[in-house]
């Protein structure tokens, strides 16, 4: 399984995480296995989630590029990439501004 993001849900006073299933490791299946790199993804994954709890969505915007670069066709990360990047405009926006005389 991979962290996704948090989220809450109507009716429901605490977030909680989502994740998606990628293998099971005890199946002998070999479409529901673990493959080569699913490890590698979900640790990847794992790491620029935690930084988008932290509230670093620089770091996280940088973490969901690496995923991409190594994974290209994964839509969580380019999903994920593009909450990173509406973060960091809002942030930006909201921002204090700077008087000038």
Same mark, same amino acid.
């Given at each position: 399984?991979? $962290?996704?993001? #948090?989220?809450?849900?109507?009716?429901r006073?605490a @977030? =909680?995480?989502?994740? @998606?299933?990628?293998?099971?490791?005890?199946?002998?299946? $070999? +479409?529901?296995g673990?493959?080569? #790199?699913?490890q590698q993804?979900?640790?990847? *994954?794992g790491?620029?989630s #935690?930084?988008? +709890?932290?509230?670093? =969505?620089? !770091? !996280?915007e940088? !973490?969901?590029?690496?995923?991409? +670069?190594?994974? $290209?066709?994964?839509?969580?990360?380019?999903?994920?990439? #593009? @909450?990173? @990047?509406?973060?960091?405009?809002?942030?930006?926006?909201?921002a $204090?501004? +700077?008087? *000038?005389?």
């Amino acid at each position: 399984m991979r $962290p996704l993001k #948090r989220v809450q849900v109507k009716g429901r006073k605490a @977030e =909680f995480m989502i994740y @998606e299933l990628l293998a099971l490791r005890a199946s002998d299946d $070999p +479409e529901l296995g673990v493959r080569n #790199r699913d490890q590698q993804l979900s640790e990847m *994954t794992g790491h620029a989630s #935690r930084l988008i +709890e932290a509230g670093d =969505f620089l !770091a !996280a915007e940088h !973490a969901y590029r690496a995923i991409l +670069e190594s994974f $290209p066709g994964d839509s969580v990360a380019k999903l994920m990439l #593009r @909450e990173c @990047e509406g973060s960091l405009s809002l942030s930006l926006s909201n921002a $204090p501004r +700077e008087r *000038t005389n």
